[in-house]
Nanobody, 126 residues
Framework: QVQLDESGGGLVQAGGSLRLSCAAS????????MGWFRQAPGKEREAVAA????????AYADSVKGRFTISRDNSKNTVYLQMNSLKPEDTAIYSC???????????????????WGRGTQVTVSS
């Protein structure tokens, strides 16, 4: 069993920054691959970024490349999502999810992730 708790969401103006955190507890072996997803009202869930256990492998959605950075601190069992140059279209509930491994080929597939956090709201005003 894995518990994931997100934090760091909030209201920010366009062009601003936020850093989301996802703290994991429980069966850490199930958190070797970690991902961030988001879902805006009336839209489908979208994969944002993912990272391997070592942090040496990362993947990003085209919509956030160059603006968002995913990282992790395994000593704290925490994954981060640094979000810069935020746009109103980034407004969504952001959730982290865990997987037993990272995959370049299927990191964006929600179904591969076994555990999910409840999410944190990010609102970007124009």
């Amino acid at each position: 069993q894995v518990q994931l708790d997100e934090s760091g969401g909030g209201l920010v103006q366009a062009g601003g920054s936020l850093r989301l955190s996802c703290a994991a507890s429980g069966r850490i072996a199930s958190t070797y691959g970690m991902g961030w997803f988001r879902q805006a009202p009336g839209k489908e869930r979208e994969a944002v970024a993912a990272i391997s256990w070592s942090g040496g492998s990362t993947a990003y959605a085209d919509s956030v490349k160059g603006r968002f950075t995913i990282s992790r601190d395994n000593s704290k069992n925490t994954v981060y999502l640094q979000m810069n140059s935020l746009k109103p279209e980034d407004t969504a509930i952001y959730s982290c999810a865990s997987d037993v491994r990272f995959s370049y080929y299927s990191w964006s597939t929600a179904g591969r992730y076994g555990y999910w956090g409840r999410g944190t709201q990010v609102t970007v005003s124009s």
